[in-house]
């Protein structure tokens, strides 16, 4: 292979000079790929993904990022949480280019000063190229409250439920979704998903103080599922239909079917797990 030498003279006169000099250049900028996690209150945004219409998280968090690094960041999030839902745990991932291990050392601080108080940057960290937040989650948690005595201190951030409720016969409701995979019945329409089958690990109701939460693991999450879930548990709770026509509400696919999403207030995105992830 013939050897070339570089001039400075060639770089003016010769473009293909000058275009070899540059490759070499952006081939000597390495990219790596971190992953950002991240706690959010969602009442003022209008869900995770950046949209046209209204203030998302995603937005926020590009804007600081971008700032921060002094270079454009797009990050993809594990999930997409929808307007007014909370995240106590959630995670993205972003590509930086000739970055310096003392930025991202200070990046925690520095980003969190550029975000509004309803956003918080837990840790920035290194991984693979490959790593991907969305499609290498292994499984993803949830937890809904509602309470029942009006609170200023839960205002969107529990469901008031005027009512009772009868919590043994909503956990026999939760259990049966165990035995399903196709959760077709309580996915939004016309949200382009491949398949509608989740893999549900735990589902169950708990009393607390003045309130109940609902704690749901599984896979992956259908668009609106867990907020229908919450809302199908709700009218067995109430009466308003069996134990077992929640069997059947199942089976049949149906969106119609099953209970109204109940408000997005009380739902909470509380754990995303990865395989090269340790959780405290």
Not at 54 to 68: H, N, R
Not at 71 to 88: F, I, K, N, Y
Not at 92 to 100: G, N, P, V, W
Not at 136 to 145: F, I, N, S
Request: proline share 2%; aromatic share 12%; charged share 20%.
């Amino acid at each position: 292979m013939k050897d070339y030498v570089i001039y400075a003279s060639d770089i003016i006169f010769a473009p293909y000079s000058l275009f070899l000099v540059l490759s070499l250049i952006f081939a000597a900028l390495e990219t790596k790929r971190y992953f950002i996690e991240l706690s959010y209150n969602g009442t003022e945004f209008h869900g995770w993904q950046t949209q046209p219409n209204g203030i998302t998280v995603q937005e926020c968090l590009d804007k600081a990022l971008s700032t921060y690094f002094r270079q454009e960041v797009v990050s993809l999030g594990c999930g997409r949480t929808d307007a007014g839902v909370h995240a106590t745990q959630f995670y993205a991932h972003f590509d930086l280019t000739d970055i310096s291990p003392k930025q991202v050392a200070h990046a925690v601080k520095g980003i969190n000063a550029l975000l509004p108080y309803s956003i918080a940057i837990h840790r920035v960290f290194e991984v693979a190229n490959d790593a991907h937040a969305r499609f290498d989650a292994t499984a993803r948690q949830y937890k809904y409250y509602l309470h029942f005595n009006k609170d200023p201190f839960k205002l969107d951030r529990s469901w008031l439920y005027k009512g009772k409720l009868d919590l043994d016969k909503m956990n026999l409701a939760a259990q049966v979704l165990l035995k399903y995979k196709d959760f077709s019945c309580f996915s939004k329409s016309n949200t382009q998903t491949f398949t509608n089958n989740c893999k549900i690990a735990f589902a169950k109701v708990e009393a607390q103080q003045d309130g109940l939460v609902f704690t749901i693991k599984a896979d992956r999450f259908l668009r609106n599922m867990v907020r229908a879930i919450m809302g199908t548990l709700v009218m067995v709770g109430r009466g308003d239909i069996e134990v077992q026509d929640v069997e059947e509400i199942i089976a049949s696919k149906n969106r119609s079917k099953a209970g109204q999403s109940v408000p997005a207030c009380g739902l909470y995105l509380v754990a995303v797990e990865y395989p090269y992830i340790k959780n405290d």
